[in-house]
T-cell receptor, first 112, second 114 residues
Framework: SQQGEEDPQALSIQEGENATMNCSYKTSINNLQWYRQNSGRGLVHLILIRSNEREKHSGRLRVTLDTSKKSSSLLITASRAADTASYFCATDGLYRSQKLVFGQGTRLTINP | DTAVSQTPKYLVTQMGNDKSIKCEQNLGHDTMYWYKQDSKKFLKIMFSYNNKELIINETVPNRFSPKSPDKAHLNLHINSLELGDSAVYFC?????????????FGPGTRLTVL
């Protein structure tokens, strides 16, 4: 069954603005990851946050995790046209196989 | 020097045919995956191999059969293709079980069944 749900499904903002995407999940996790997918390409890993962490930064990316609400958010600051892509959260649940379960993604469009 | 490569990139075929997609990674990873991404961009895991051993086999029709000749390769063979098999198939790899679960994805194979 689908684990993650992302909100919004699509987001369109002006270059320079901040973009926030949210992800909710259903079961306990080891960690949560965010990936980017450019049109027609494979997914690229952006950032991983462990279940005992609440916030993590990487460049213009900021990820938060609230395990009590089973939710995470990805903030991209000072957006650029090159940030236009789909963004997926993926949860690493308590599976022996360490499989990732992906959300449906948020399509982000940065308008110049 | 692509990390995870797939061939072919595009595959157009008739219903009922049998086809294969190949994946190779040069990262020295132990674990490899096949995912299916449908037209709504929903990405779902199909199979995973760790050191040539099958460790994940999600609810996938028997027409799909993965094969891992060595830990750097994971191929996907599909028999009796159906219209619903049309999708983008992604291969991915990661270091190994119990290690960082960051996955590296190939560029995808767009399969169109007519």
């Amino acid at each position: 069954s689908q684990q993650g749900e992302e909100d919004p499904q699509a987001l369109s903002i002006q270059e320079g603005e901040n973009a926030t995407m949210n992800c909710s999940y259903k079961t306990s996790i080891n960690n949560l990851q965010w990936y980017r997918q450019n049109s027609g390409r494979g997914l690229v890993h952006l950032i991983l946050i462990r279940s005992n962490e609440r916030e993590k930064h990487s460049g213009r990316l900021r990820v938060t995790l609230d395990t009590s609400k089973k939710s995470s958010s990805l903030l991209i600051t000072a957006s650029r046209a090159a940030d236009t892509a789909s963004y997926f959260c993926a949860t690493d649940g308590l599976y022996r196989s360490q499989k990732l379960v992906f959300g449906q993604g948020t399509r982000l469009t940065i308008n110049p | 020097d692509t990390a995870v490569s797939q061939t072919p990139k595009y595959l157009v075929t008739q219903m009922g045919n049998d086809k294969s997609i190949k994946c190779e990674q040069n990262l020295g990873h132990d674990t490899m995956y096949w995912y299916k991404q449908d037209s709504k961009k929903f990405l779902k895991i199909m199979f995973s191999y760790n050191n040539k051993e099958l460790i994940i086999n999600e609810t996938v029709p028997n027409r799909f059969s993965p094969k891992s000749p060595d830990k750097a390769h994971l191929n996907l063979h599909i028999n009796s293709l159906e219209l619903g098999d049309s999708a983008v198939y992604f291969c991915a790899s990661k270091e190994g079980m119990g290690k960082r679960n960051e996955q590296f994805f190939g560029p995808g194979t767009r399969l169109t069944v007519l």
